[in-house]
């Protein structure tokens, strides 16, 4: 059994939900993971409680920002080529777009506290 940890208000987090995904959810549901910066267990408890996740940037999610951004413009290359497009990279492409969008939005406010 998995040692007891305190979530940041201080509760005890000892209980465990699973449940069963397709692989292709599951490289979904990761690919998101790495996105957000958070830990899996934060990203899902985020979501499943319909609270905004909130990215932080930092090097590991710049440099999954940067992977991902390289494996979409591949996809879009195929695509260019002829091929079809999959709900599964509109939806990441959307995620992408939100973060960078986010980021964008702080960038501004920093700058803005700065002058």
Request: glycine share 0%.
């Given at each position: 059994m998995s040692a007891k940890n305190l979530d940041q208000k201080g509760r005890w987090r000892n209980k465990v939900v699973a449940?069963?995904?397709s692989p292709?959810?599951?490289a979904q549901i990761e690919a998101y993971v790495?996105?957000?910066g958070l830990t899996k267990q934060d990203y899902i408890t985020n979501r499943l409680l319909?609270?905004?996740?909130?990215v932080e940037g930092s090097?590991?999610?710049?440099?999954?920002l940067k992977g991902k951004l390289n494996e979409t413009l591949d996809q879009l290359q195929r695509i260019r080529a002829g091929g079809n497009v999959d709900s599964d990279l509109l939806e990441l492409l959307e995620m992408i777009a939100g973060i960078l969008g986010g980021m964008k939005n702080e960038t501004?406010?920093?700058e803005?506290?700065?002058?």
């Open positions: 449940f069963r995904v292709e959810e599951d790495k996105l957000s319909c609270r905004d996740v909130i090097p590991r999610v710049y440099k999954a501004k406010k920093t803005q506290k700065n002058e």
